[in-house]
């Protein structure tokens, strides 16, 4: 529901509840057969979100604003068996928010640089019957218009950051109750939207600059952090778990440049790297055994003709 302050002021708010009966309890090895934490019963889980966001022009900035908050029920999850809770409640929110500016004005060309932070809460507590980490019915931020990208590592399925298509929640980590709230819907099963995961904190830096209406040139600098420890299982030897604590996790800066050949025409060049902190080298440590910190890279290009 839209509702139109003027032509520089708008407000939405939405509602969306996902009535899941078809997802297995159980985390990422365990829905690969392996002697991961689960139980491999459907749980009843019905999920609301409720929430809304506003957009707004003051002269040369822009100003976007939203909330979420995820409430429901996970009943008969099984997780009993296991010495925890059998039957859980949901609550979780989310935030987010972005300023940018026009500089159109005084460059002669759009240079549009923008910050933006978005703030999921996470699960603090494996021992009590609440789930406190922040799943949308779809986790879809790689297609933020402020920022987002087509080519990212992030978000485009990583089991050392825990994402899942898409996404850049850590969704496939959490701290040992694996019950599913939410998430792309067609990986589920899969130890995918975990409501025990550690919540995500992003700080994101970036600019679109647009010289001529044929060429634009988007750069992102995100950072991201983990806002709760997280139970990791080693993939070599699956006895051992290793509890990871919440931290700095990374820098991913993403290069997107496009040009227009015709206007049904483009070229897209484009180079993502991911720069890992102390966070992710215990991930790995945890994983394997041995800690890494070597930068990831990706590069990309694509024609995208249009009919």
Do not use: C
């Not at 939405?12 to 057969?33: C, E, H, M, N, Q």
């Not at 109750?177 to 939207?193: R, Y």
């Not at 600098?221 to 080693?234: A, G, H, K, M, T």
């Amino acid at each position: 529901m839209q509702y139109k302050i003027n032509d520089n002021h708008k407000v939405k708010f939405f509602y969306g509840f996902d009535r899941i009966r078809s997802v297995p309890t159980g985390d990422l090895l365990y829905a690969l057969k392996g002697p991961g934490i689960g139980t491999g019963k459907q749980a009843d889980i019905d999920s609301h979100h409720l929430g809304g966001y506003y957009t707004g022009k003051f002269g040369a900035f822009e100003l976007f604003l939203e909330g979420v908050y995820q409430f429901g029920s996970a009943d008969n999850t099984g997780l009993s068996a296991l010495g925890k809770a059998e039957d859980y409640d949901i609550s979780a929110y989310a935030l987010a928010a972005d300023l940018a500016v026009d500089l159109k004005d005084w460059v002669g060309f759009s240079v549009k640089p923008h910050v933006g932070v978005m703030y999921t809460s996470g699960d603090d507590d494996p021992n009590d019957d609440e789930l406190n980490g922040y799943n949308g019915i779809e986790n879809g931020e790689r297609f933020s218009s402020y920022w987002g990208g087509e080519n990212t590592i992030i978000a485009d399925t990583n089991l050392v950051l825990g994402t899942v298509l898409y996404g850049y929640l850590p969704e496939l980590y959490g701290n040992g109750t694996p019950v599913f709230t939410g998430g792309l819907q067609n990986f589920a099963g899969k130890g995918n939207g975990r409501g025990d995961n550690p919540g995500l904190t992003m700080l994101s830096l970036g600019v679109t600059i647009t010289p001529k209406r044929f060429i634009i040139y988007r750069t992102n600098v995100n950072n991201f952090w983990w806002n709760e420890d997280i139970l990791v299982q080693n993939f070599v030897n699956p006895a051992i778990f290793t509890k990871v604590e919440s931290g700095f996790v990374g820098t991913e800066w993403d290069n997107e440049l496009t040009v227009a050949l015709h206007k049904n025409m483009f070229i897209k060049g484009e180079a993502s790297f991911f720069f890992p902190g102390e966070v992710i080298e215990d991930v790995t440590e945890a994983i394997s055994g041995k800690k890494s910190d070597d930068t990831a890279s990706r590069l990309a290009a694509e024609l995208i003709w249009k009919f």
